[in-house]
């Protein structure tokens, strides 16, 4: 289990990482998307992967999952989501109003006019 | 001091929600309320800072969980002093914006109230993950401000600035995730007791989670390699924006200075100043492009965007010699390059709405509406960022260079902080001699159409400039208070017996 976690958390980080550096919007959206999960579920397995364990300490109870990173892992997803859902509302105003989607304001092949303003 | 360490982070939440929800649609009362808490935010502060000035650091447990298992603040001198600089930075800022900027898009002084919470609330907890929480509540609001009365040029630097927020929230998870995996702790005075009794097996994944981590706290402060992102959002943000942003960096320098003197520093073992080597270097190279990127500016915005990750440089070159002396220095310096960037920002958006037309470009243009008075004020602030005599910026560094002496890197650190602040006079007297001497020989006046030149954004420019005044004129008492700041921070059997209790010596490390 260990590895099929593992190499999930992976595969998600390379794909987020590769939709993020892409140059329009949607593809950043989903790759900040991607990189969320990938940290969710890495943050989750912080707390040592066990099975069927109560994640509280009782009596008579000895072996129990760590319940620290499922709070924390709660957090994140609930700052994730909205942050998601925010960036998912500025990409399309920012293409309603420069008029392209791409994350620097221009088109492809077309020079940046960043570098005559700054 | 009891419940009024919460203060400064309740009283701004209660005020936004209470902007949101009863006075929205009126804009004087939120002015009223917005100043009236900042103005109330900014008297805890002082409190508090008599407070910790007098005591030990002191410790409140939110909900009343012991520590660890619960989340602390911790009031120590190094907070008390952010908290005050944070409110009379806020004060400046939310005045200069209540003459007209607030009223260019919707909720600007709840936002302003949330962000104040979040900076606030990041200078007090005492627990890495709770800092996590409080950096993305004043991201959320700082996305907000950003935006504030968009338009194209500033949404495209917003998104840009959001995104790469996002990636470090991330980063920052995986840092924090890595840490309590090998630690078992996430509160920052337990974490100094557990990092040095890590397995040597587990050593590496917390030098890994901890390095990813100050990675984080980087692109907050805008150091070289990930400055990128501070340029365009600091030059197209809103001017009060910007000028509250000078806070938002301290934040990335205040979370290294706590976390990496604290859990890695000098009892941490192995991992004993672990940040220092990366740091260091990086700075040096920060304050090089950074005045660099004065030299080369074409609009007066990202000329002081560049003067801002510049002396961001400067402030962490003293954070990364980790000595009693240089950290003493580096928060003198810290107080005033923040004055200081706000002072500047605030100005050259005076400058910028009464040249019209012209904006913030650096180029030739007729004589504007008070243009004598706004020489004199961005002269004044120029000498303060560039670190001339006789102001504060002078003292800071002297201070720091005085302190970086004993250093191996001295030469380093000597030649390329006076060779910069020479080119930053010389970018800042290019810009000042354009915008204010040549432009006085050129034919006209330029008349803005509609404009009325209220008095309260010149008042809260002056107020910052009142700042770096005082910071030069009480320069003795405040080194001194930065002194027991420097000593408390190296010395942290204090900080960790104020909050786990009375721990023998034994578990201290020392």
């Known amino acids: ?118 | 001091m009891g419940n009024w360490i919460v203060v400064p982070i309740v009283l701004p939440a209660v005020m936004a929600a209470l902007i949101v929800l009863a006075v929205r649609h009126d804009i004087v009362l939120q002015r009223i309320f917005s100043i009236t808490a900042t103005v109330a935010l900014g008297a805890v502060a002082v409190a508090l800072v008599i407070f910790a000035d007098g005591n030990g650091p002191e410790m409140y447990a939110l909900s009343d969980w012991p520590a660890p298992f619960g989340i602390v603040l911790v009031l120590d001198r190094l907070s008390a002093m952010m908290v005050l600089l944070t409110a009379v930075l806020g004060l400046g800022v939310v005045l200069f914006a209540s003459s007209e900027w607030d009223k260019r898009g919707q909720h600007f002084h709840a936002l302003f109230q949330f962000q104040l919470m979040g900076v606030n609330g990041a200078f007090l907890t005492g627990d890495v993950f709770n800092l996590f929480v409080f950096f993305e509540v004043l991201l959320i609001a700082s996305y907000g401000l950003m935006l504030h009365g968009a338009g194209a040029e500033r949404l495209k630097a917003g998104m840009q600035y959001v995104v790469i927020n996002l990636t470090g929230s991330s980063l920052f998870l995986v840092g924090v995730g890595m840490m309590y995996a090998v630690t078992g702790t996430l509160n920052m005075a337990d974490l100094a007791i557990q990092v040095p009794l890590v397995a040597e097996g587990d050593a590496a994944l917390l030098r890994a989670g901890a390095l990813i981590l100050l990675l984080v706290f980087c692109v907050k402060a805008a150091l070289v390699p990930v400055h990128f992102w501070l340029p365009g959002t600091y030059a197209n943000a809103p001017a009060p924006v910007a000028a509250l942003f000078a806070i938002m960096t301290k934040v990335g320098a205040y979370s290294i200075l706590r976390v990496y003197s604290l859990g890695f520093g000098e009892n941490a073992g192995d991992m004993a100043w672990l940040a220092q080597p990366y740091i260091l270097p990086a700075a040096i190279v920060t304050l090089a492009v950074g005045m660099i990127g004065v030299l080369a500016a074409k609009r007066l915005n990202s000329l002081i965007a560049f003067s801002v990750i510049g002396s961001m440089g400067t402030l962490l070159i003293s954070i990364a010699l980790f000595t009693p002396e240089s950290i003493s220095a580096g928060l003198y310096y810290l107080l005033h390059s923040t004055f200081a960037g706000a002072a500047l920002f605030l100005i050259g958006d005076l400058v910028a709405s009464r040249r019209g037309q012209y904006g913030d470009r650096l180029n030739t243009a007729p004589v504007f509406h008070q243009s004598g008075l706004m020489a004199v004020l961005f002269f004044i602030a120029a000498i303060g960022m560039a670190g001339m005599p006789p102001l504060s910026g002078f003292i800071g560094k002297l201070l720091i260079l005085d302190a970086a002496r004993e250093s191996d890197a001295a030469i380093w650190i000597w030649s390329v902080i006076l060779v910069t602040s020479l080119m930053g006079i010389v970018g800042f007297g290019r810009a000042g001699s354009v915008l204010f001497w040549k432009s006085a020989s050129a034919e006209g006046v330029i008349e803005v159409e509609g404009a009325q030149w209220p008095v309260l954004p010149i008042i809260a420019a002056c107020g910052m400039l009142a700042a770096l005044v005082a910071l030069t004129v009480f320069a003795a008492p405040i080194t001194d208070y930065m002194q027991g700041t420097a000593a408390q921070l190296f010395d942290t059997t204090d900080y960790i017996r104020a909050v786990l209790g009375d721990i023998p010596a034994a578990q201290l490390g020392q």
């Open chain 1, 1 to 118: 289990m260990e590895f099929l976690v593992a190499s999930s958390i992976g595969l998600l980080t390379m794909c987020g990482t590769y939709m993020l550096l892409r140059g329009r919007t949607f593809p950043v959206v989903i790759g900040l998307a991607l990189l969320s999960y990938a940290v969710n579920v890495f943050l989750f397995a912080m707390g040592r992967l066990t099975i069927d364990m109560p994640p509280i300490l009782r009596d008579g109870v000895t072996e129990y999952t760590d319940p620290l990173p499922q709070a924390l892992v709660l957090t994140a997803i609930v700052i994730s989501f909205g942050m998601t859902a925010l960036i998912v509302v500025l990409s399309i105003r920012a293409y309603l109003e420069i008029g392209n989607d791409h994350v620097d304001g221009c088109p492809v092949g077309e020079p940046s006019e960043a570098g005559d303003k700054n």
